[in-house]
């Protein structure tokens, strides 16, 4: 856990009753000694429910009435189209914001967002768990340091099988922002970014439809980015592979980092540094990604650090996933422009 999270925690409305607050976010925030004082949901059955199922006083079916209650921050989880609205409403009300991604569907959108938040003074936070894991917090340093010496290529397998619970809008509803990249390939985005330490410049892509998206909808991609320093990163994402494996590799001059089943929400995974003088397992001290994600995200509203991952940092993996589709969708190859 980051430290300074030891004072009490903060008190947090939460804004979507979801599955990923239901499976993890709750328990991270609870973790962190933070306090949940409210759920909203569309539906007022639904809330109630869910707020008793996870132990939540009070559920509301209106965010203004969720925004009045005594609370620092919100975590925003609703379904894409809605992440831009409500984090307008909870800046106007002076409240910190830790949204998930993608922040928005639109670029100006999520510019809109950050910018809210900024003229509000509150911090916002997008909620990138994989930068929070011990794995690839070990490949950053790995790189940085020179342990691979120059970079030249990286490899993200980011292939998996949507679990049937999760068939619902990411595979059917284009307005709530579904399909794979929006989904997955912004998460390689924030990754890839974390680990290199440099920018994305433009990005190829071809999409499928491999049977899960409905029409027009696209559940696997493959692709190529180029960086900044010339470094090209491959990737391949999917709703549709319940066997493959998820690794994340980066290739250098003087050596090679291979992390093995490390593109997932849980602490696990492992990093080899392979080289002249053979294969070398990194130390990694696991920890809960999103417990971490709350606990930094609470720092830096006491003024302590930033988010794990900060609003910007939202606006660009989701200018890079953008980039990923226009590319899809054109047969180009699309700049990454992030606007910022
Ligand atoms: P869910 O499908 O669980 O929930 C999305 C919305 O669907 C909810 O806000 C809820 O509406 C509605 N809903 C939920 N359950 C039901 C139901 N049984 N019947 C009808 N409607 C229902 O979304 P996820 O938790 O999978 O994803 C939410 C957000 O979190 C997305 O932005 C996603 O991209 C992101 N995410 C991020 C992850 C990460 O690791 N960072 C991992 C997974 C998701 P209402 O709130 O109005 O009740």
Not at 54 to 79: C, E, F, M, Q, W
Not at 166 to 194: E, N, Y
Not at 270 to 299: C, T
């Amino acid at each position: 856990m980051a430290q300074g999270v030891t004072r009490r925690g903060l008190r947090w409305g939460i804004v979507g009753a979801t599955t990923i607050a239901k499976e993890w976010m709750i328990g991270a925030i609870r973790e962190t000694g933070g306090e949940i004082v409210s759920v909203m949901s569309s539906d007022a059955e639904r809330g109630k429910a869910y707020a008793k199922a996870n132990g939540i006083p009070h559920s509301t079916r209106s965010l203004a009435t969720l925004l009045a209650k005594d609370i620092d921050a919100v975590y925003i989880a609703t379904t894409n189209e809605k992440h831009k609205a409500q984090t307008l409403a909870a800046a106007k009300a002076g409240i910190h914001v830790l949204c998930e991604k993608p922040l928005a569907l639109k670029l100006s959108d999520a510019h809109r967002m950050v910018a809210a938040c900024r003229e509000a003074g509150v911090v916002m936070g997008t909620n990138h768990h994989l930068r929070n894991a011990a794995a690839f917090r070990a490949m950053r340093e790995a790189v940085a340091s020179g342990k691979i010496g120059r970079p030249l290529f990286a490899r993200v397998f980011h292939a998996v099988y949507l679990p049937p619970h999760l068939q619902g809008w990411r595979i059917r509803d284009a307005k709530a922002g579904s399909g794979v990249v929006m989904d997955i390939t912004v998460h390689d985005a924030d990754t890839l970014r974390f680990v290199l330490g440099e920018e994305p410049v433009a990005a190829t892509a071809f999409t499928q439809q491999g049977g899960m998206g409905g029409a027009g909808i696209e559940d696997g991609v493959m692709g190529v980015v180029r960086f900044e320093s010339g470094l090209l990163a491959q990737f391949h994402d999917a709703f549709t592979t319940a066997y493959a494996n998820t690794g994340f590799e980066v290739h250098g001059s003087e050596g090679s980092l291979i992390g093995t089943n490390c593109m997932t929400q849980k602490p696990v995974g492992e990093v080899v540094l392979r080289n002249a003088s053979g294969e070398h397992k990194l130390p990694l001290e696991p920890e809960n990604l999103y417990v971490r994600s709350v606990a930094n995200f609470q720092n830096a509203v006491r003024g302590k650090g930033t988010p794990s991952a900060t609003g910007e940092d939202g606006i660009r993996s989701m200018a890079l996933a953008l980039a990923v589709l226009k590319s899809a969708q054109t047969g180009r190859e699309v700049a990454v422009e992030p606007g910022l």
